[in-house]
């Protein structure tokens, strides 16, 4: 798709104007849809306009405080981006008036195209696609929810965080991934910087995005999901590249043979063997994960851990049956639980209570820290794992659910173990990982799990989703350190 | 002969699968470590050729009819005699026309038997969607029951041969198990690369196996090899 559209500093100019557009145009929102687009960018601070001829939806859109136009081509200002929501057929007179007017790129939320599997779809598909390249417009989809600049408050669901700057980027194939990483993921601590949600892809495609996010500084981070590609060289050699600038998480879907099944009815792109893919994905040097929780677990290791390759763990947790649990967990997913140094040992050997712990490695230490919340202790274990040979990185039990009722009631107690772990990671060269498994006491918990990550720690729902999480990360970056 | 002198040959003759020989021949000219075979016409020229290669030999069929050469008595091993080589021409020709009669006969390959190693397979082909993709694996049930086999699409870098090598289930076998040595890695590797250079240098060839290559602690031989162009 590239050369479409000259060098590629070109198009990365281009991409750059509609992802950080100053106008904005939405085309065909409705009262039916809620007004979705227009709401969608009552956040965006720049200049919007509507374009809307139907008068019954004219008079909802004045009512917003939006000028209307009848046509993209009266509207007065240059257009960066355009959404545009009329149905099918008429789309192809407003990709016509994109061009005239010279517009960054439209994305186009309208569907009804090849992914119908129809005569009619396909043929009008084809029309667009044919007009846009041939006039060189950067088009968005079809059958897609386009652009979301966190930063500026250019979104495609309302209920997307914005204001702020970002550094996840995120690029989906299916709308309904791309909004739920950023919801779900803003949940858990996941700033996006840009997502983009491209459908069928029919002018720009995945290479062509990643490459953007590649070269855009607010990303630091890149993560997408994917069904398929229509050029898997141009996407591995894309992919390759940048994993060797910044972390690439690649969450494939359409894995199973049903699932390929459904992967051709939904944006129409060949599948390819399992094994393939999985060989592919390794050569590039990117992430895989399966699924979103998958997804924002291992963006959130790769954004918040420090970057390590060693495997071995020093691992803290609360009691005797965690501590077993822990191990099983880390261990499984390939990661050591070594024995300490002795010079660990003749330390924690000087203060570590015994009765009802032990400190070889787990060390079960609810006693000795009291639970989390003796914040002398707990700086005393942390430092000594930090001083530890034997030990790459550090993983531990936070906040047993058992006693998250005392938190309640006294919220000081958790300010402390927040301070403590914080000025640890800050102080460590290890990556760090804390677990807070959900209990009976939800809130307590998740609140637990939003003071730390918003702390810049790395912070899971499961010892299997912490370790699994770590683990990618050092994959991750060990490809990078073995590459010649 | 040049590759695509040989190649070329094949398509004048209506063929895309390359025999044996051929197909050594073109990666011997690549530098790709392969027990070169030559093709005898009759028992006189396989005794000439087994001299060339070196005893003890082996002899195989070359046929375009033949897909499974030992099932038709087309393979004798361990022939250590200039007569044994004529004897066995003469015995491997009878027993083809008595289990296929109407396949065609080329000739034998003459090559020299190579000593035991472990069993490895490298092979290539393409994919819709990522192009000339290679598979290493160990050979015989590892292979064909286990599916225990790892990828790389072509061209592979260093690393991806490294990691390729140590990424299937049967590893250890290859580090040594049971008191033996263990397996030349880095002729592996360097071999697996050679053959990703061909590829990439010979976009015509459509599949390539070299089945089995034998790994030794010093050095390791592609024993068979078959390569099929577009």
Not at chain 1, 101 to 128: H, M, N, P, R, Y
Not at chain 1, 226 to 231: L, P, Y
Not at chain 1, 238 to 244: D, E, K, N, P, W
Not at chain 1, 346 to 354: A, G, H, R, V
Request: aromatic fraction near 6%; glycine fraction near 8%.
């Amino acid at each position: 798709m590239t050369q479409l559209f000259g060098a590629p500093a070109d198009l990365q100019k281009r991409l750059d104007r509609a992802f950080n557009p100053r106008t904005v145009v939405v085309v065909g929102d409705k009262r039916a849809m809620g007004y979705l687009w227009l709401n969608c960018m009552k956040t965006f601070d720049g200049k919007v306009y509507s374009v809307q001829v139907d008068p019954n939806e004219i008079s909802g859109i004045e009512a917003m405080g939006v000028l209307n136009y009848k046509s993209l081509r009266k509207v007065p200002d240059d257009v960066d981006y355009v959404v545009c929501a009329v149905p099918r057929p008429i789309a192809p007179r407003i990709i016509a008036d994109c061009v005239e007017k010279k517009v960054g790129a439209v994305a186009l939320f309208t569907s009804g195209f090849a992914e119908t599997e129809t005569e009619d779809g396909i043929a009008l598909q084809e029309q667009i696609t044919q007009m846009a390249r041939e006039a060189g417009l950067l088009l968005i989809g079809p059958n897609c929810m386009g652009i979301y600049n966190r930063r500026l408050g250019v979104r495609h669901s309302t209920d997307q965080p914005a204001g702020d700057p970002g550094n996840v980027g995120f690029i989906s194939q299916s709308g309904t991934h791309c909004i739920n990483f950023s919801l779900v993921g803003a949940l858990r601590g996941v700033k996006c910087s840009k997502t983009v949600s491209f459908g069928n892809a029919v002018v720009l495609d995945a290479p062509d995005y990643i490459e953007y996010l590649a070269n855009d500084p607010e990303t630091e981070v890149i993560a997408m999901y994917v069904e398929g590609t229509k050029d898997g060289r141009l996407f591995f050699d894309v992919l390759r590249r940048t994993a060797r600038r910044k972390p690439v998480v690649v969450w494939k879907g359409g894995v199973t043979a049903a699932g390929s099944r459904a992967v051709y009815s939904h944006t129409a792109s060949l599948a390819t063997a399992p094994a393939i893919w999985d060989a592919v994905m390794r050569q590039a040097g990117v992430v895989q994960t399966e699924s979103l929780d998958e997804t924002i677990d291992a963006v959130n290791a790769l954004t918040y851990c420090k970057p390590g390759t060693g495997a071995r763990m020093g691992l803290i947790a609360m009691t005797g049956g965690q501590s077993v649990v822990i191990t099983d967990a880390f261990e499984r997913a390939g990661l050591e639980v070594p024995l300490l140094t002795s010079a660990s040992y003749e330390k924690l050997s000087s203060f570590f209570n015994i009765i009802g712990g032990s400190y070889r490695n787990p060390l079960d230490a609810g006693g000795t820290i009291g639970m989390g919340f003796a914040p002398g202790n707990l700086q005393k274990l942390l430092e000594i794992l930090e001083e530890d040979g034997n030990v790459d990185a550090i993983a531990m039990e936070v906040g047993a659910s058992f006693i998250a009722r005392r938190l309640r009631e006294n919220p000081a107690l958790l300010d402390q173990l927040v301070e403590t772990l914080a000025s640890h990671k800050n102080r460590s060269a290890k990556p760090f990982v804390a677990i807070a498994h959900p209990g009976h006491v939800e809130d307590v918990m998740a609140d637990i799990r939003a003071r730390l990550i918003a702390r810049g720690i790395a912070v899971f729902g499961s010892f299997q989703a912490g370790a699994q999480a770590l683990r990618r990360t050092i994959d991750y970056w060990r490809a990078r350190r073995d590459l010649n | 002969m040049s590759v695509a002198e040989v190649i070329e040959n094949a398509r004048s003759e209506g063929r895309t699968l390359l025999t044996e020989v051929e197909s050594k021949q073109v990666l011997h000219e690549a530098g790709i470590a392969v027990a070169l075979a030559f093709l005898a016409h009759d028992a006189n020229e396989a005794a000439k050729a087994a001299d060339k290669a070196g005893f003890p030999a082996v002899l195989k069929v070359v046929s375009p009819d033949v897909a499974h050469k030992s099932d038709v008595g087309g393979v004798r091993l361990g022939l250590d005699s200039k007569d044994d080589v004529e004897r066995a021409f003469d015995d491997i020709v009878a027993a083809v026309k008595a289990a296929q009669p109407d396949a065609r006969i080329e000739g034998v390959a003459v090559q020299k038997m190579a000593p035991a190693g472990t069993e490895v397979i490298v092979g290539m082909s393409k994919d819709s969607q990522f192009g000339s993709v290679m598979m290493f694996g160990l050979g015989g049930v590892f292979v064909e029951v286990l599916k225990d086999v790892a990828f790389r699409i072509v061209p592979l870098e260093p690393k991806d041969a490294r990691e390729m090598v140590r990424e299937i289930k049967g590893f250890a076998v290859l580090e040594g198990v049971r008191g033996q040595k263990p397996a030349d890695l880095a002729a592996l590797e360097n071999l697996i690369l050679q053959v990703s250079e061909f590829i990439e240098a010979h976009p015509e060839v459509e599949e390539l196996d070299l089945n089995p290559v034998l790994a030794y602690p010093d050095g390791a031989i592609a024993v068979d090899a078959r390569i099929v162009v577009s």
